[in-house]
């Protein structure tokens, strides 16, 4: 009888996913590998203090570390705590994120292997402060060194990692994301919105973005529709909540973040529009998540953005450039509806967590 292959995913707050994309990814690989014959492990970071405690959610191994601090503190401490664990014990590791890449060193030390998926360019992000920026860069370096493989989840991050180190030793595979062709319209009430009367952006209100772009372009005149920017706020920067703000017509909603699957499902799905502002990174789920909705994209125009929407959807470099594209786009249903069926069809063709999640698979198998 074949012994089972054990793996154990570090980097994520855990599982049942409630924060972010990595956390997504994590439990979709998690539940596919344990049915395929995978003793798997993940890490979760807890509020509080107390001892370390494990329990079974879907046959996964469930590790809780509880930690006092808050912030990139926390997040440090937590990362620490879990790799001194992971590295007591047998088994392949994944680690997502290289944001504390430098303790994947001990996993080299001790000859466990280790698959790190590289994640975006970290470090290039305005919104990090000097310090932080320099950590990052650090840790992209050292992460680049420690892991016995690679991981990226676009082409152009494949192409960063290839000037670090040999382009054998990356892989890219991006995100996945459902196909969801319903959703419940009633959870539209609350908001007092109708089907494809409104526009969506679903993003962390700062700068690299672009929401203040978004919501100037679209309040540059009446549209009879509505603008329904999903963000939390109130954790933005005040200066650049006012200039938001300030830039937005009676026709922009901010209902704040939403968390609730369900109700995010049926915000995106009855949209006649998915507005996505992010500038760098690589494969941003949430954007993969629109083609998986069947949603028409206007997104910020740069070459993460372009390679996983394709030519069929639209682009804009700036306020003015939203603005036209939205003249042009929200009244055209001939050309949504033709834009709804191809990014169907590229999430069919690219982005299916069948698809994604099997490729994982090969390279744990190759690599572990």
């Avoid at 680049?144 to 192409?159: M, V």
């Avoid at 062709?181 to 672009?210: F, K, T």
Wanted: hydrophobic fraction near 40%; glycine fraction near 8%.
């Amino acid at each position: 009888m074949n012994k089972k292959k054990t793996l154990r995913i570090l980097g994520t707050r855990g599982v049942p996913a409630q924060h972010g994309g990595f956390e997504t990814f994590a439990e979709h690989l998690a539940l596919y590998l344990t049915r395929h014959d995978w003793n798997v492990t993940v890490y979760c970071q807890d509020e509080g203090d107390g001892a370390i405690f494990t329990e079974k959610w879907q046959g996964i191994e469930l590790i809780h570390v509880p930690i006092k601090n808050k912030g990139a503190l926390g997040t440090i401490l937590f990362d620490w705590k879990t790799t001194l664990h992971a590295a007591r014990r047998q088994g392949g590791i994944l680690t997502l994120g290289y944001n504390t890449a430098i303790f994947c060193v001990l996993y080299r030390l001790l000859k466990l292997r280790n698959v790190i998926n590289m994640d975006g360019l970290e470090w290039q992000r305005e919104k990090w402060s000097l310090a932080a920026r320099i950590w990052l860069y650090v840790n992209e370096r050292i992460g680049c060194l420690a892991g016995n493989h690679l991981i990226a989840d676009h082409p152009e991050i494949q192409k960063h990692l290839a000037t670090r180190v040999r382009p054998g030793k990356i892989t890219m595979i991006p995100y996945g994301a459902n196909h969801i062709d319903s959703a419940d319209q009633a959870l539209l009430e609350p908001y007092g919105l109708h089907p494809r009367e409104y526009a969506i952006v679903i993003a962390r209100p700062e700068p690299e973005n672009s929401i203040l772009e978004i919501v100037a372009g679209f309040s540059r005149r009446a549209r009879g529709k509505k603008l329904v920017v999903l963000g939390n706020f109130d954790k933005a920067n005040p200066e650049y909540r006012k200039q938001v703000f300030a830039a937005a017509s009676a026709e922009v909603l901010f209902p704040g973040a939403v968390y609730d699957q369900p109700v995010v499902q049926a915000l995106r799905y009855f949209a006649s529009l998915y507005i996505h502002g992010h500038q760098v990174g690589g494969t941003n789920p949430s954007l993969v998540e629109a083609l998986g909705a069947g949603m028409p994209i206007l997104a910020h125009n740069n070459r993460y953005n372009r390679w996983v929407a394709g030519n069929d959807n639209h682009y804009f470099a700036n306020a003015d450039e939203c603005a036209q594209s939205l003249d042009s786009l929200l009244e055209n249903t001939a050309l949504l509806e033709q834009m709804r069926v191809k990014n169907r069809q590229r999430h069919l063709d690219c982005f299916t967590w069948e698809h994604i999640l099997a490729q994982y698979e090969q390279v744990l198998n190759e690599q572990l």
